[in-house]
């Protein structure tokens, strides 16, 4: 459960979620964009990413350089994306504190193959 | 300016838009490449030049990714160590593709596979995962209804169903 005023454990379709990027291999400078690589699940079969609701740029971007911290890693871009993108992917974002605001993009099928597809669905991608 | 193949027409842009003579009849849907007058150097850049180039570029990305990827947990969320096995694979795929085929960017995936993806417009998009033990894993969406996604052993030829799927992206 969300400790925060004004955040509350259900997730709106229209509620953005960030993705914090600590690979240049993620992102194209050239084509301002970040690539679809950068939302494919961690070996634990899920997307880390954090709710932004309420939040100014600033403290948006706060939470990355927090995590990047913790992972000892730079900070090299964010992807912005709706619940409701994700839905259309056929996944999930599910709330998963602590940290604070942290979620998960869960519903990723087993078979990498099929993981291309869902790509393919929705590609999350927004830069 | 000189080319292999195709015609060449010359316009202005108004707006952000390229506005070409009258009677520059194109169908809908065509794909065109711009070349700014003034980025045009001795004389002009053939088209052999042209998708040198981007074959080149295409090379130095894939091994930027892989050298940045070379250590587990590059990503930052656990990924594994990019597979040399992918990238020697990868440079052979490139090796082999054809030039119109121009690879739009090149990442890597956090099971350390080396994965190309092409784009032609919004939404219209293809991409390749190249895996350690040769199979190449596509999918691509080219329109809201049209999908495709499957996997493919790679024996040194792009497989015609990757080159088909590459097509229908470029056409």
């Given amino acids: ?127 | 300016m000189r080319y292999e193949t195709g015609v060449s027409y010359k316009g202005t842009v108004r707006n952000g838009v390229v506005v070409l003579p009258p009677e520059v009849k194109l169908p809908d849907g065509a794909a065109v490449e711009i070349i700014p007058e003034g980025a045009k150097t001795g004389g002009g850049v053939s088209m052999t030049e042209a998708r040198h180039s981007e074959s080149q570029r295409a090379l130095n990305s894939l091994e930027a990714v892989f050298s940045e990827g070379r250590v587990p947990g590059w990503d930052g969320y656990g990924g594994r160590a990019a597979s040399y096995e992918s990238y020697l694979a990868a440079k052979r795929f490139l090796g082999v593709l054809p030039g119109e085929f121009h690879v739009l960017e090149i990442a890597l995936d956090p099971d350390g596979e080396i994965s190309l993806e092409w784009r032609a417009g919004a939404g219209s998009t293809f991409s390749v995962s190249v895996g350690a033990s040769g199979e190449l894993t596509y999918a691509g969406k080219f329109s809201s209804t049209t999908k495709t996604h499957g996997t493919e052993p790679f024996t040194g030829e792009i497989p015609n169903v990757i080159l088909g799927n590459l097509r229908r992206l470029v056409v």
């Avoid at chain 1, 992102?27 to 079969?45: L, Q």
């Avoid at chain 1, 599910?94 to 942290?102: F, G």
């Fill in chain 1, 1 to 127: 459960m969300s400790d925060e005023p004004g955040v509350v454990d259900q997730i709106a379709a229209e509620e953005i979620v960030a993705r914090y990027i600590f690979s240049s291999a993620h992102f194209s400078r050239d084509n301002n964009r970040v690539k679809h690589n950068a939302f494919m699940p961690a070996p634990d079969g899920k997307t880390s990413v954090f709710r932004t609701k309420g939040l100014e740029g600033a403290a948006v971007w706060e939470i990355g350089e927090e995590v990047a911290k913790g992972r000892n890693q730079p900070l090299h871009a964010r992807a912005d994306i709706t619940a409701e993108e994700v839905a259309l992917a056929t996944l999930k974002v599910a709330l998963s504190e602590p940290p604070p605001r942290h979620c998960n993009i869960e519903g990723w099928p087993e078979d990498f193959a099929l993981n291309h597809a869902h790509y393919a669905k929705g590609h999350p991608s927004k830069a």
